[in-house]
């Protein structure tokens, strides 16, 4: 299975599955929570001056960094193996007032784990832009062994807990206080065919492609 560099989740086993369903009712979808503490899921973080944005003349629905290695990392943060398949739904890049750059990513990795199971895992990353590895979103007040930036499940995620998900790692669809999103976009086609139905959030008005 593919990893990120330096501390990874946890060392062997599965994703630990945290309910079950009550006796006498149907099974539930089980939930799994990938464990790690945050201090350790994060690489290459500090305040550094970023470079001047090189903004790119119109609308764009692809993200301008480099995919290959992004689409490694995001299946190591998912422990997927290297078949898993990535799904790229939406991404930005926003700036502070220091300047402090980041570029964001939303993605779902997937896998079939044995014949009759197939586990689901979506992924909030991020990266100071100067960065060439990708940390997973992460929130300093959140309970222990909930993480924002990793939700594993055993059923296909559906748009309601898609958009939960970004919501709970405070994903900015619109300038914020000393932040401003530079580019963004909601892949429309991509986000439909993953959860059938179009996206209700989408960037601003001039930041949003068209797609």
Same mark, same amino acid.
């Given at each position: ?82 078949? +898993?398949?990535?799904?790229?739904? @939406?991404?930005?890049?926003?700036? !502070? =007032?220091?300047?402090?750059?980041? $570029? /964001? ?50 059923? +296909?995620?559906?748009?309601?807990? @898609?958009?939960?998900?970004?919501? !709970? =790692?405070?994903?900015?669809?619109? $300038? /914020? ?35």
């Amino acid at each position: 299975m593919e990893r990120p560099d330096g501390p990874w989740l946890r060392a062997g086993g599965e994703p630990k599955r945290t309910r079950q369903a009550p006796k006498g009712k149907a099974a539930a979808p089980a939930k799994f929570v990938c464990n790690s503490g945050w201090n350790r899921m994060i690489r290459g973080d500090g305040i550094e001056k970023s470079k001047p944005y090189r903004s790119r003349k119109g609308r764009h629905a692809q993200p301008p960094w480099k995919m290959e290695r992004m689409l490694k990392e995001a299946r190591g943060w998912a422990r997927a193996p290297a078949e +898993a398949r990535v799904t790229l739904l @939406a991404w930005s890049t926003v700036q !502070d =007032n220091r300047p402090l750059r980041n $570029d /964001h990513a939303f993605v779902i990795v997937d896998w079939k784990h044995a014949p009759k199971r197939h586990i689901w895992v979506m992924v909030s990353l991020y990266r100071h832009s100067w960065n060439k590895w990708w940390n997973a979103s992460y929130r300093h007040h959140a309970r222990p062994n909930s993480y924002g930036g990793i939700h594993c499940q055993s059923r +296909a995620p559906r748009a309601k807990q @898609a958009e939960k998900f970004l919501a !709970d =790692n405070d994903w900015m669809w619109k $300038d /914020h206080d000393s932040w401003k999103v530079l580019a963004g976009n909601v892949l429309d086609r991509t986000w439909h065919a993953t959860f059938g139905s179009r996206p209700r959030k989408l960037f601003a008005k001039g930041i949003e492609a068209a797609n």
